[in-house]
């Protein structure tokens, strides 16, 4: 079902204090100022994953992962399960992040097993697709994203897609400072519905969460909230001062 939802997604940051900390201050804040209509996830380092579901016992945080083993279970040293996410109650996974796709290798096969084993599990995937500057500038953007789309989703029945929500994070506009304008997000945000919508129909289209990720924070959220295709923000860098996160998913 659309919904706006603003994720926090920690990358590789944070010390055990400090995660409990900004947990603490999360939680507090939104017991202090509960959100109006915003679905506020928090997606920390696996390691605080425990930490951040008991956290979220008691407020209206919800919690993702970062990453999940398109493995099912047994021989994968170093990797997760879905099903050990789901047994510390985490209900959202961002899948396919640009850096995943870039310093794990992760192809479209890996990442459409990661979304069906999620599905299977009742975890929503964050879907992340988005383009490189090379590619806009060489106006391959739109059919870039609408491979990534469909190489990694279209598997899927129409009732399993309704459980996803998309991400586009132009590559360009991580951890830069340089933002997508809101013309830009809105124009990539309705494509992406677009294309949803000649797969899916437009029922479907129309109750996808798709959101925005790329230097968005406090200042520029309110404006790239405001078109009527973007459904909220997955949030890296802001996402790791509490107010700032918190003003974000204040900015619709
Ligand atoms: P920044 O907000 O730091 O640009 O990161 C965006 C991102 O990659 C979220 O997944």
Known sequence: MRSKIVAGNWKMNKKFDEADELLYQISEELSNNPLKDVQLVVCPPSLYLELATDFAESSDLKIGAQNVSHQKSGAYTGELSVEMLNSVDV??????????????SESSEMLAQKVD???????EPIFCIGEQL?????????????????EG?????AS????????YEPVWAIGTG???SPKQAQEMHAFIRGVISEKYGSDIAEE????????????????????KDVDGGLIGGASLIAKDFINIANSF
Do not use: M, P, W
Not at 209 to 225: H, Q, V
């Open 134 to 150: 090379d590619d806009r500038e060489a106006g391959n953007h739109f059919d870039l994203v609408k491979k990534q789309l469909s």
């Open 91 to 104: 209900e959202y996974c961002i899948i396919g992040h640009s850096e995943r796709r870039k310093y794990f």
């Open 208 to 227: 996808t969460t798709i959101i925005y990720g790329g230097s968005c924070n406090a200042k520029n959220a309110k404006e790239l909230f405001s078109n």
């Open 160 to 167: 399993e897609f309704s459980n996803i929500v998309v991400a």
């Open 153 to 157: 989703l279209f598997h899927l029945s």
């Open 117 to 123: 084993n999620l599905l299977e599990f009742g975890i």
């Open 178 to 180: 340089v933002t997508a």
